[in-house]
Nanobody, 121 residues
Framework: QVQLVESGGGLVQAGGSLRLSCAAS????????MGWFRQAPGKEREFVAI????????YVSNSVKGRFTISVDNAKKTWYLQMNSLKSEDTAVYYC??????????????WGQGTQVTAAS
């Protein structure tokens, strides 16, 4: 059974940092991409960051560019989202996922349980 387990969310002051982790288990780690999305209350889930597994290339949304970084540890089947200089508008539930290379959350079938990130101003 496919399972994605997230960790690392929490409450920080604006300007602070957090690192989210997503560990995959239950199958061969061979998806095209791993990514992070987020969803704030009353809003649609939105793209945050993605990594192309085979090419190693990364892409982040304009709203987090220069502040967030996505990376992967293939040996551990784990990927990360390093979030620096957090802003109040980054407050949301963050979800990890893997599957085809897509910025549209509807393209994915497997999701982590979600982890709350709150940046208090």
């Amino acid at each position: 059974q496919v399972q994605l387990v997230e960790s690392g969310g929490g409450l920080v002051q604006a300007g602070g940092s957090l690192r989210l982790s997503c560990a995959a288990s239950g199958r061969t780690f061979s998806r095209d991409a791993m990514g992070w999305f987020r969803q704030a209350p009353g809003k649609e889930r939105e793209f945050v960051a993605i990594i192309n597994w085979s090419a190693g290339s990364t892409y982040v949304s304009n709203s987090v560019k220069g502040r967030f970084t996505i990376s992967v540890d293939n040996a551990k089947k784990t990927w990360y989202l390093q979030m620096n200089s957090l802003k109040s508008e980054d407050t949301a539930v963050y979800y990890c996922t893997d599957g085809p290379y897509s910025l549209n959350w509807r393209s994915y079938n497997y999701w982590g349980q979600g982890t709350q990130v709150t940046a208090a101003s």
